[in-house]
């Protein structure tokens, strides 16, 4: 979500992934995904670099709950000794050499 002036100058918060696209004519013109139309007073630059910076933060976050490089090689390390973790098919070819 970001924030927004609308031209009235009543400020507004708005999910940004429902933004279709952006216009400066010579206000800022944003065309939704659901084709409504809304004039903002902040520059066609300035709601860009809100956009950018709100999936950025996004992003950090999602990034932050990923385990690190380290455990998941650990966690794959132990699951490929795990024989339970192998088909069938797969341990019968060991067996049978091949």
């Known amino acids: 979500m970001i924030e927004l002036t609308r031209l009235n ?18 206000d800022t013109m944003l065309t939704l995904i659901n084709g409504e139309k809304l004039i903002v007073r902040e520059d066609y630059a300035e709601v860009t670099e809100r956009v950018l910076a709100y999936r ?11 385990p690190s490089h380290g455990d998941l090689q650990r966690v ?3 699951a490929s000794l795990d ?10 070819d060991l067996h049978h050499g091949r």
């Open 9 to 26: 100058g009543t400020p507004i918060v708005l999910n940004s992934d429902l933004i279709k696209t952006a216009e400066a004519s010579p």
């Open 56 to 66: 950025a933060r996004l992003l950090v976050s999602v990034a932050r709950c990923l």
């Open 76 to 78: 794959v390390s132990i």
């Open 83 to 92: 024989p339970s973790h192998h088909s069938n098919s797969t341990q019968d």
